[in-house]
């Protein structure tokens, strides 16, 4: 067509040849090179577990001064092959006993938090380590969803929990509450022990009822699509340094919708700048 644009008009030759004239000037269009944002969008993806998708990567773009629409984000995907962990079917963790204790739900489903370390919240999963169960304990803090303890080991109990009490930084009685389900591996002898040394208040679901404790099934929800199911461990080492891996990723560079897509850390730094 444009060899003959200067003996007849792009309506006549589109006439002749059935197309739309918004075919021709569609097609007429020069795509813009797309070599260096693909590149960028692939990095962004690859750089974060496999685990973001178009609204997150253009948060990152934008930071790196690239306004990108998430519809040009999503072809671009699409184009290489990129499918965000979370379209991957999810398992259903199994039931765990509870324990009849009169202990109420002092957080009562308040889960945005304005003081640090107000409500830690805490639950358990399992982890497949050869051919042997496993479990992974986190400690969130509700202000800022950060993971500020973890442990991992063979058994389900109290042990495991004051492991990731452990890994917490600075004074465990800044922290004023404890929230977790009935498990028996919160409420026991063990435990009261830890709680009342540090001064740590307790708040525990009501029976049977996980909504109860949502941003910790939440969270486990995102570390299996992030973390468990693209591994397979090893070892009890392999995966405490993994998990430690993660927890990092996790904690400094993985943004959070939530958050204002800051990390965790990010937001508890800006929070403690604005308190100054």
Excluded at 108 to 127: C, G, H, M, N, P
Excluded at 212 to 230: G, P, R
Aim: aromatic share 10%.
């Amino acid at each position: 067509m444009r060899n003959n644009l200067d003996k007849y008009s792009v309506s006549a030759l589109c006439n002749v040849l059935q197309i739309a004239r918004s075919t021709y000037y569609y097609e007429a269009k020069e795509r813009p090179n797309e070599d260096g944002l693909s590149k960028a969008i692939v990095e962004i993806f690859y750089k974060n577990r496999k685990a973001y998708g178009t609204r997150k990567i253009k948060t990152k773009l934008q930071k790196q001064g690239l306004i990108v629409s998430r519809r040009r984000i999503g072809r671009i995907m699409r184009e290489q092959g990129l499918v965000s962990t979370y379209t991957i079917a999810q398992f259903k963790p199994h039931k765990t006993a509870c324990n009849e204790a009169a202990t109420t739900n002092v957080l009562a489903r308040e889960f945005d938090q304005a003081e640090i370390k107000r409500f830690v919240v805490s639950d358990l999963t399992y982890v497949k380590v050869g051919h042997r169960w496993h479990y992974i304990c986190v400690l969130i803090d509700l202000f800022n969803r950060e993971i500020i303890g973890h442990s991992a080991g063979p058994h389900k109990d109290a042990a495991l929990v004051s492991r990731a009490f452990a890994t917490v930084e600075g004074d465990l009685s800044q922290i004023q509450w404890f929230h977790t389900d009935r498990g028996s591996e919160f409420k026991n002898q063990k435990m009261d022990e830890l709680l009342e040394t540090f001064e740590i208040s307790r708040s525990l679901s009501a029976k049977g009822c996980p909504y109860d404790n949502a941003v910790a099934e939440a969270t486990y929800k995102v570390m299996k699509t992030e973390f468990i199911h693209q591994m397979e461990f090893q070892s009890l080492d392999h995966l405490q340094l993994e998990l430690y891996d993660y927890v990092n990723w996790f904690n400094k560079h993985r943004i959070h919708g939530s958050l204002g897509y800051m990390t965790p850390v990010q937001y508890r730094q800006v929070a403690l700048k604005k308190a100054v």
